[in-house]
């Protein structure tokens, strides 16, 4: 199983420093990748709730200080030989897709193939809105899809290359670069619900739910599998990654319950990446709380590296 | 006097190679600037007439490989140091402004404040429609007016900004992180129309015209302070920058050069940039004929970085 981490590229730990810090320890401790996430713009206020899984109350200042998700990454792949670089997740509908194809392309080249793309459909209307994405919105799946298609689309065809959806069409074009591995980058899904589920099956080339508890998991597998036979896909087809939270040695332990939670015991950790690997995950994500210093998320992610994966690779 | 080379992130010879070894050797030999052009996706065909060069100068063969700007920026700030990082240019209203202005925040603070914006407000209506910014193409100028604006307030307004412009509708948002440099990164302004210098002298930091003569120079110059009297700003206000050609040794050294094509002896390049220095540039762009060989552009930057430039420093 392959172990990544995420560089906190929000709240108020991000800085010039943290990000290059946290991204030059992740190759010398022997992580498999590093994550951004994403958002570009907080609205001050929103008249709809979170969606669910994002409990508490709305608060900008929770979220105003994120870095741009695709700039994090680009810089990150000019300071780093081997780490493979990966967002967790881009909104999709809330850029256009022929610039974001193109600026992905781009960074998977120049950095010899080592992005991976996840995806999710976003739940902020008055952001798409501040991007004047705002009529994506209310289609945003839909638009998710066709995005998809449309990436793959300019990546693979030689020579001219045009697009005709529902939501978004181009005259014909020339696109190049191509994304230094053929077809392009691996596209993960994001999301626990019934439609990312469909959507990894249709066009992922993983299925990334996030925080999932390991019975959740195997209840999603299952409908993943259904659902690669209805696109005439195989279960080897989509792999499935996942996103836990480590703590630093002495705090969390509260929490450390639950599947997704690291923290305290090493042996305890280590015995529930198994249980995840066993259920089919086979890339695991590690992020730290959010407002976690720096000086602890590298603890965590030491605790992470030094302890529990070794005991991991043991077994 | 500062110099800067273009990493030819376009046409054939654009790869992840020589765009990392160009970036690599201007920070060795010297060099103050590294900077990439901006086009997206090239249009089949194209009817709109490109002002930088004769008819039919811009075509899909020559263009096609168009690396995107802000990824190679991005990547580059990544194993650099000290170079700084500019566009030369980005054309503005074919992206989403708050995007544009969260990317160069983020871009600024992660290479220590080293970044350049150069704008310009494009000219090809194909690419616009491709992008989806067809709405953007007529109101361009105004569009590029409106963006600079946003961008200032972002960059400098602690709290929620907004805007409700005739091309741009912003509802209150908030946008950390600010860029490294207390009241944003500097805008330079592309295109030697009237028009592009007055949004020069009302909005600007910099201005970059591109391949123009000594006396064009100079007349422009003079509108551009005359400008910067009428919008009540001091005359050092603005940066003056200049793109300039280096053909590689064996092109072009017959004589029948153009004042801003730099070739063969190099006291006679020295001087023709010393006239240019005399009617105001600061800043000289030095680019390589498109399709110029990596090893080609490689050795028409160390040309200039070794013969033509210490005989300007001891003028």
Same mark, same amino acid.
């Given at each position: 199983m392959k172990l990544g981490i995420h560089l906190g590229n929000n709240g108020a730990s991000a800085s010039a420093e943290s990000l290059p810090l946290l991204a030059?320890?992740? =190759?010398? &401790?022997?992580?498999d990748s590093v994550w951004t996430s994403d958002h570009v713009v907080i609205p001050s206020s929103i008249a709809g709730e979170q969606p669910a899984?994002?409990?508490?109350?709305?608060?900008?200042?929770?979220? =105003?200080?994120?870095?741009?998700?695709?700039?994090? &990454?680009?810089?990150v792949a000019g300071m780093t030989t081997r780490v493979q670089l990966g967002v967790t997740v881009i909104v999709v509908?809330?850029?256009?897709?022929?610039?974001?194809?193109?600026?992905?392309?781009?960074?998977?080249?120049?950095?010899?193939?080592?992005?991976?793309?996840?995806?999710?459909?976003?739940?902020?209307?008055?952001?798409?809105?501040?991007?004047?994405a705002g009529d994506k919105f209310d289609r945003r799946g839909a638009a998710t899809d066709e995005a998809i298609r449309l990436w793959r689309t300019v990546w693979q065809t030689e020579g001219d290359v045009s697009f005709s959806g529902d939501v978004y069409r181009f005259n014909p074009i020339r696109f190049l670069p191509k994304p230094a591995r053929p077809g392009g980058?691996?596209?993960?899904?994001?999301?626990?619900?019934?439609?990312?589920?469909?959507? /990894?099956?249709?066009?992922?080339?993983?299925?990334?739910?996030?925080?999932?508890?390991?019975? +959740?998991?195997?209840?999603?597998?299952?409908? &993943?599998d259904e659902q690669l036979a209805r696109f005439g896909r195989k279960p080897e087809d989509v792999t499935v990654s996942?996103?836990?939270?480590?703590?630093?040695?002495?705090?969390?332990?509260?929490?450390?319950? @639950? +599947?997704?939670?690291? /923290?305290?015991?090493?042996?305890?950790? /280590?015995?529930?990446?198994?249980?995840?690997?066993?259920?089919?995950?086979?890339?695991?994500?590690?992020?730290?709380?959010?407002?976690?210093?720096?000086s602890e998320m590298l603890a965590a992610y030491e605790f992470v590296a030094k302890e529990v994966r070794p005991r991991v690779d043991a077994s | 006097m500062k110099i800067g080379i273009h990493l030819g992130n376009n046409g054939a010879s654009a790869t992840a190679e020589s765009i990392a070894t160009l970036a690599a050797r201007a920070e060795e030999l010297g060099f103050d600037s590294v900077w990439v052009s901006d086009h997206i996706a090239i249009p089949t065909r194209i009817e709109s007439q490109y002002p930088y060069g004769p #008819?039919?100068?811009?075509?899909?063969?020559?263009?096609?490989?168009?690396? =995107?700007?802000?990824?190679?920026?991005?990547?580059?700030? $990544?194993?650099?140091?000290?170079?700084?990082?500019?566009?030369?240019?980005?054309?503005?209203?074919?992206?989403?402004?708050?995007?544009?202005?969260?990317?160069?925040?983020?871009?600024?603070?992660?290479?220590?404040?080293?970044?350049?914006?150069?704008?310009?407000?494009?000219?090809? @209506?194909?690419?616009? =429609? /491709?992008?989806?910014?067809?709405?953007?193409?007529?109101?361009?100028?105004?569009?590029?007016?409106?963006?600079?604006?946003?961008?200032?307030?972002?960059?400098?307004?602690?709290?929620?900004?907004?805007?409700?412009?005739?091309?741009?509708?912003?509802? #209150?948002?908030?946008?950390?992180?600010?860029?490294?440099? #207390?009241?944003?990164?500097?805008?330079?302004?592309?295109?030697?129309?009237?028009?592009?210098?007055?949004?020069?002298a009302e909005l600007g930091d910099g201005w970059q015209p591109l391949r123009i003569g000594v006396e064009e120079l100079s007349e422009l110059i003079r509108y551009l302070r005359e400008q910067l009297n009428r919008y009540r700003r001091s005359q050092d206000a603005v940066t003056i920058s200049l793109g300039v050609t280096a053909l590689p040794p064996g092109n072009g050294s017959g004589g029948a050069t153009q004042e801003w094509e730099?070739?063969?002896?190099?006291?006679?390049?020295?001087?023709?940039?010393?006239?240019?220095?005399?009617? $105001?540039?600061?800043?000289?762009?030095?680019?390589?004929?498109?399709?110029?060989?990596?090893?080609?552009?490689?050795?028409?930057?160390?040309?200039?970085?070794?013969?033509?430039?210490?005989?300007?420093?001891?003028?």
């Open positions: 030059a320890r992740a =190759e010398e &401790l022997g992580f899984g994002r409990p508490g109350v709305y608060d900008p200042a929770d979220l =105003e200080n994120y870095w741009e998700a695709f700039s994090v &990454l680009a810089f509908p809330q850029r256009e897709p022929l610039l974001f194809a193109k600026q992905w392309a781009t960074l998977d080249q120049l950095s010899g193939g080592r992005t991976i793309l996840g995806v999710g459909v976003g739940w902020n209307r008055e952001e798409f809105e501040s991007l004047g980058p691996p596209i993960w899904v994001g999301g626990s619900a019934r439609p990312s589920i469909r959507r /990894a099956a249709q066009y992922g080339d993983n299925w990334h739910p996030i925080r999932a508890s390991i019975d +959740d998991l195997k209840v999603g597998r299952a409908q &993943l996942m996103t836990v939270t480590a703590f630093p040695p002495g705090q969390g332990t509260n929490g450390s319950s @639950r +599947d997704y939670v690291l /923290a305290g015991d090493p042996v305890a950790s /280590a015995e529930k990446l198994r249980r995840y690997a066993e259920a089919g995950v086979d890339h695991l994500v590690v992020n730290c709380a959010r407002g976690t210093p720096v | #008819p039919g100068s811009f075509t899909p063969e020559h263009t096609q490989n168009f690396w =995107e700007a802000f990824a190679v920026l991005a990547f580059v700030a $990544g194993m650099t140091k000290r170079v700084e990082l500019g566009t030369s240019v980005i054309v503005l209203p074919q992206r989403p402004p708050l995007l544009i202005a969260k990317q160069w925040a983020t871009l600024d603070q992660l290479s220590g404040g080293r970044a350049i914006l150069g704008v310009g407000a494009g000219w090809m @209506r194909e690419e616009f =429609e /491709a992008l989806g910014f067809s709405h953007t193409f007529d109101p361009r100028g105004k569009a590029t007016d409106e963006a600079i604006n946003l961008f200032r307030a972002a960059w400098t307004t602690d709290g929620p900004i907004e805007a409700h412009g005739e091309v741009y509708d912003v509802n #209150p948002v908030l946008m950390w992180p600010k860029p490294a440099r #207390p009241g944003g990164l500097p805008i330079w302004i592309g295109g030697h129309g009237k028009r592009s210098i007055r949004r020069a730099l070739a063969g002896d190099p006291d006679e390049s020295a001087e023709k940039l010393k006239r240019y220095a005399a009617a $105001g540039a600061e800043h000289f762009v030095v680019n390589c004929p498109r399709g110029t060989s990596m090893a080609g552009m490689i050795e028409a930057y160390e040309s200039v970085a070794r013969e033509v430039r210490p005989r300007l420093d001891g003028s």
